[in-house]
């Protein structure tokens, strides 16, 4: 079974407060969903990381096939191409082309935000939780 997994980053500024969204579709109508605060970064930088995490995710479960949705054209491109233009999304792309040897089968696949509703309330719900926890440090 392919399983489904929507991901998005997002950020209050650039760089600014930001978090990623994630959300697993499983067999059954089942969903995981994940919200994770990330401190002050950039959206792109945030639209990398949530990738990263959730292939750390699927590899923790041992899911071996799934089908990646972002609204990010940066990084769907940057996956399908293997190759960034700018360089400091780099090291983000060279952790990607290592996490899918886990996988039997990969796939990613840009979609219009609109369609990514879940991942991106997910995502600013995380950017909530970094503007508490800055507060909280202030």
Same mark, same amino acid.
């Given at each position: 079974?392919?399983?489904?997994?929507?991901?998005?980053?997002?950020?209050?500024?650039?760089?600014?407060? !930001?978090? =990623?969204?994630?959300? =697993?579709?499983?067999?059954?109508?089942?969903?995981?969903?994940?919200?994770?605060?990330?401190?002050?970064?950039?959206?792109?930088?945030?639209?990398?990381?949530?990738?990263?995490?959730?292939?750390?995710?699927?590899?923790?479960?041992?899911?071996?096939?799934?089908?990646?949705?972002?609204?990010?054209?940066?990084?769907?491109?940057?996956?399908?191409?293997?190759?960034?233009?700018?360089?400091?999304?780099?090291?983000?792309?060279?952790?990607?082309?290592?996490?899918?040897?886990?996988?039997?089968?990969?796939?990613?696949?840009?979609?219009?935000?609109?369609?990514?509703?879940?991942?991106?309330?997910?995502?600013? !719900?995380?950017?909530?939780?970094?503007?508490?926890?800055?507060?909280?440090?202030?």
């Amino acid at each position: 079974m392919v399983i489904e997994v929507y991901i998005d980053g997002a950020s209050a500024g650039n760089p600014g407060p !930001s978090g =990623i969204g994630i959300l =697993i579709k499983l067999e059954r109508g089942q969903t995981e969903e994940i919200a994770l605060p990330l401190g002050s970064t950039t959206n792109h930088h945030a639209e990398f990381q949530a990738l990263i995490t959730a292939m750390h995710i699927c590899i923790d479960k041992h899911y071996q096939a799934i089908s990646v949705r972002t609204d990010s054209q940066l990084v769907e491109r940057a996956v399908e191409k293997e190759y960034v233009k700018n360089k400091s999304f780099q090291a983000y792309l060279d952790e990607v082309l290592k996490l899918k040897s886990h996988f039997s089968l990969f796939f990613i696949k840009w979609i219009p935000s609109a369609e990514n509703k879940k991942a991106d309330h997910l995502a600013r !719900s995380a950017i909530q939780k970094a503007i508490q926890q800055q507060k909280r440090r202030e």
